[in-house]
């Protein structure tokens, strides 16, 4: 990552799933904090008004919140913000040449950041791809070995009374190894989402990459 010698001047904008917060992710923003002021962007899925939660994205907005801010004592340095929402249909976003709600989502993303220019960050390369189509200015990064998809598939597990771990590469893993204490007391308080989706199908739908939501996306 290069270094920003003003970083009063440049922002870091991290769009992602966060679902849940990971350590991996938790690194990310503290390398972006060393060089910019920090805007966070949990991706939403937006159907009728109300977030749409599903298996791949079980934890809602307002928890993935949460999640930053506590584990990062409400740094002033770090804003979360919901403009990263998808608003269903969702295929609305991927019509061809520059789709009009693509581009004002992106004016709703850029709003409330202060400064006069902006980096953003993801781990994915087809979102990478995506986000320098739309100019949002993608600095290279490398995927986390660890993501949420990992920790999730560890929580399910848990929470069907199997074992609660399981074995990759010889390694024996749990979930609460690859979440912050503070992460892990606010699953702990909302176990009853882990439980809601743990034995339910993952109905998600990848598109160029991204996961949607079936529900909404047509």
């Known amino acids: 990552m290069e270094k920003n010698t ?80 998808f608003v269903s249909p ?13 581009l004002q989502l992106k004016k709703k993303i850029i709003f409330n950041v202060q400064e006069p220019a902006f980096i953003t960050y993801t781990g994915d390369r087809a979102e990478r791809l995506l986000l320098q189509l739309f100019g949002f200015n993608p600095i290279q ?19 069907l009374d199997s074992e609660t771990s399981y074995r990759s590469d010889d390694l024996k893993l749990e979930w609460d190894k690859f979440v912050s204490p503070k992460v892990q007391d606010i699953i702990r308080n909302n176990w009853d989402v882990v439980d809601r989706f743990s034995n339910t199908n ?17």
Not at 207 to 218: H, N, S, Y
């Open 202 to 218: 993952d109905k998600t739908i990848r598109i160029f990459g991204m996961k949607f939501p079936k529900d909404g996306f047509f």
């Open 90 to 102: 969702y295929i609305k976003y991927f019509s061809p040449f520059f789709p009009p709600p693509f």
């Open 6 to 85: 003003n970083k009063t001047k440049i922002a870091a904008i991290f769009l992602a799933h966060l679902n849940p917060l990971t350590l991996s992710h938790e690194k990310i923003i503290d390398n972006l904090l060393q060089n910019y002021k920090v805007y966070v962007f949990p991706v939403r899925f937006i159907k009728n008004q109300k977030e749409v939660t599903t298996r791949s994205f079980p934890f809602s907005f307002e928890i993935r919140k949460q999640m930053i801010q506590e584990s990062f004592d409400y740094n002033e340095n770090i804003q979360v913000l919901g403009d990263y929402a």
């Open 141 to 159: 990064a490398n995927r986390q070995v660890i993501s949420s998809t990992n920790v999730k598939n560890l929580l399910y597990r848990s929470a």
